[in-house]
């Protein structure tokens, strides 16, 4: 493993940075860290280790350790000073001072080249190769929770309008049960049922549309309208149809999946090239040996397109379905009522989980794509 | 006549095969016209032609001659608007329904998402064939093609030219009494060109198949063929005939020869006649 210096860039970033941290560690160091009157000097482990941090980001400047053993100590000496900065904050909620910020500012540009000398590292294995580049999407989600926290908690900002993320992780933690609840009414039921009879129908719609020519110029106008149509106009009409049960909040995910997945599958069977076609035609292929053998495989890319639109499509719908009466569980539900009682760490809570099971459900389907159409250039590239 | 005033100046004899024909294609009075904005387009026009069994004939002219749609009638791509046309003595639509035709595009049109022998296997599962015959019918059209070891590749994985190689191993696995190539050489370099020409050839005297090849290069026509019908266009109408005299068993060095050159040369001479007026 070697690090290279960067060149041929107009201006040279990680120099930049690390400059930057110098000025801001001497900003910090000489300024009030928090009102009243706490200097730096007073928290001695915090000048330490910023002072570390100067040195180690300044490092490449200067002229030593310009190795991957320095880059590694500037990752390690950033993640102890931004956990310094974290518990020190706690104990001054809404105290921060020009020190303080000029050392939180410091910390952020110290990861930001970090993950700058990251990013050229050049190494032989793949494994590591393969760890670096996942670990450069990962410290950039960390460097912005630690610093929404930092934030937060050190200019005070009402627990109301922003909570911290710590609060919100100790909610998730606390209330897991009550998340779990929510998560099996509003996804497990709702979301998957209404995705799959939604995707479902829309598929075969497709198929009939393709095959009926009059249905073409029917049934594609009605689904463009149905899509067209408010959902805060539809919730409340399903829940009057279905109840208040999951199966209204379904129905409202298929009325929501069907437009997509059908315009996405009738484009799909009509990608087929006209040499594929009269190569079947010359086989004598009848009509459903055509669909499956030639038109269906080259509309995947379409139909996983369509899924994976629906993939996020149905949780926001299940969810704003469920501000429409439903019994008292549901992740919209519980979002609408926190909200009113002001427990909006609660709200946070809803809202990572939806945010976690949308990006999970997606990343499955993005999965099951890649496998399916292995062939396609967009794949295999 | 011009074709048979140019035939007998050069010599040519008309009839050179001897053995009892089997008449494959015949073709009489044939016409094809499209209907479009402009007005209609005569893309053929009076098309006189008879095949017979074993025959390689090639459809020569210049680009919108109707070489193409010719070979697509034959094939009941596309339908003629007069005159008559049989294929083993019945319309080409029975034929194509018996699948009496193997149909090799300009394109290899291999499906990126099979295997080069599940590509060959494609007309053998709609034809319904058993796996035992389908998988012998795939060792042995790999093996003719020369792709023998490259069953579990895709074709994106292999080169233009054995991407239509694999495109005539599909096409022969149907087992087709009649071998309908369009222009499949086409989009690849000339050296790779002779090469799968000369395969062709050695195909051709293997399998004893009927080919129809439509192309738009004198050598090549003239290399493979026993038979050269060229074409000239508006209206795409037959201009000339030229049975070739070449033997069977050729090779590339065939073409430095006086009588290859004597064939060439009335082919060139009948492309530009049909050329020579209008434009």
């Known amino acids: ?381 | 006549m011009t074709a048979l005033a140019s035939a007998k100046d050069t010599g040519m004899v008309e009839t050179t095969i001897s053995a009892s024909p089997n008449r494959v294609i015949d073709i009489d009075n044939l016409s094809l016209t499209f209907q479009t904005n402009d007005g209609p387009v005569h893309a053929l026009s009076d098309i006189d032609l008879k095949i017979d069994e074993g025959d390689f004939v090639s459809f020569i002219g210049p680009s919108g001659c109707g070489k193409t749609t010719l070979l697509r009638v034959i094939a009941d791509l596309e339908q003629p608007t007069a005159g008559s046309i049989t294929v083993n003595g019945v319309s080409p639509q029975e034929a194509r329904l018996n699948r009496a035709y193997g149909y090799v595009f300009q394109a290899a049109a291999l499906y990126p998402w099979r295997t080069i022998a599940k590509n060959v296997a494609l007309p053998l599962e709609i034809m319904g064939l058993s796996r035992a015959e389908q998988k012998e019918r795939i060792a042995r059209n790999m093996e003719l093609v020369n792709l023998a070891g490259f069953e579990k590749k895709y074709p994106w994985q292999l080169s233009g030219g054995m991407q239509q190689r694999a495109s005539i191993a599909r096409a022969l696995a149907v087992e087709p009494d009649l071998l309908l190539m369009d222009e499949p050489f086409g989009a690849l370099d000339e050296i790779v060109r002779d090469h799968l020409n000369e395969q062709l050839l050695q195909l051709w005297a293997k399998t004893n198949k009927t080919v129809v090849f439509v192309t738009h290069s004198i050598p090549e026509a003239v290399f493979l063929s026993s038979k050269i019908v060229v074409l000239c266009p508006r209206p795409g109408r037959i201009y000339d005939v030229i049975e070739s005299n070449l033997p069977r068993e050729r090779n590339l060095d065939i073409r430095e020869s006086p009588e290859f050159l004597k064939i060439a040369h009335r082919v060139r001479d009948g492309l530009r006649a049909g050329h020579s007026y209008e434009d």
Request: proline share 5%; glycine share 8%; net charge positive.
């Open chain 1, 1 to 381: 493993m070697t690090t290279t210096a960067v060149s041929k860039r107009r201006i040279d970033m990680p120099a930049v940075l690390a400059w930057f941290v110098v000025a801001m560690v001497v900003v910090g160091l000489f300024s009030r860290i928090f009102q009243p009157d706490l200097g730096v000097m007073d928290i001695p482990r915090l000048a330490i280790c910023l002072a570390i941090l100067a040195i180690a980001g300044v490092r490449y400047e200067l002229g030593f350790m310009r190795n991957w053993v320095g880059d590694l100590i500037l990752g390690l000496v950033t993640a102890i000073s931004a956990w310094l900065l974290v518990t020190t904050v706690s104990n001054h909620q809404g105290d921060a001072a020009l020190g303080f910020w000029a050392l939180t500012a410091a910390t952020w540009a110290a990861s930001w080249l970090f993950v700058e000398r990251l990013a050229i590292w050049k190494t032989r294995s793949p494994l590591s190769t393969r760890i670096i580049n996942l670990a450069i999407p990962a410290l950039f989600g960390i460097s912005i929770l630690v610093l929404w926290e930092i934030i937060v908690t050190g200019a005070g900002v009402p627990k109301v309008l922003l909570p911290a993320p710590s609060e919100i992780g100790v909610r998730l933690a606390t209330s897991v049960p009550i998340l779990w609840a929510d998560f099996q009414q509003t996804f497990m039921k709702a979301v998957l049922a209404g995705y799959a009879i939604g995707c479902g129908s829309a598929f075969v719609a497709a198929i009939l549309v393709d095959r009926v020519p009059f249905l073409r110029r029917g049934l594609l106008p009605v689904g463009n309208l149905v899509s067209a149509l408010p959902i805060i106009g539809v919730a409340p009409i399903m829940v009057m149809w279905f109840g208040f049960d999951w199966p209204s909040k379904a129905a409202v995910v298929v009325i929501m999946t069907f437009f997509p997945m059908l315009v996405n599958t009738v484009a799909g069977l009509a990608a087929s090239d006209a040499m594929q076609r009269d190569l079947m035609r010359t086989y004598a292929s009848n009509y459903w040996q055509t669909l499956f053998k030639l038109r269906l495989p080259m509309a995947m890319p379409f139909i996983f397109n369509a899924l994976k639109i629906n993939s996020t499509l149905a949780l926001i719908g299940a969810i704003v379905a469920e501000f429409f009466g439903t019994p008292i569980v549901g992740m919209g539900f519980r979002i609408s009522t926190e909200v009113g009682r002001m427990n909006v760490d609660m709200v946070w809570a809803e809202i990572a989980v939806a945010a976690l099971a949308g990006s999970l459900f997606y990343g499955i389907i993005a999965l099951i794509e890649r496998a399916v159409t292995f062939w396609h250039p967009s794949v295999r590239g």
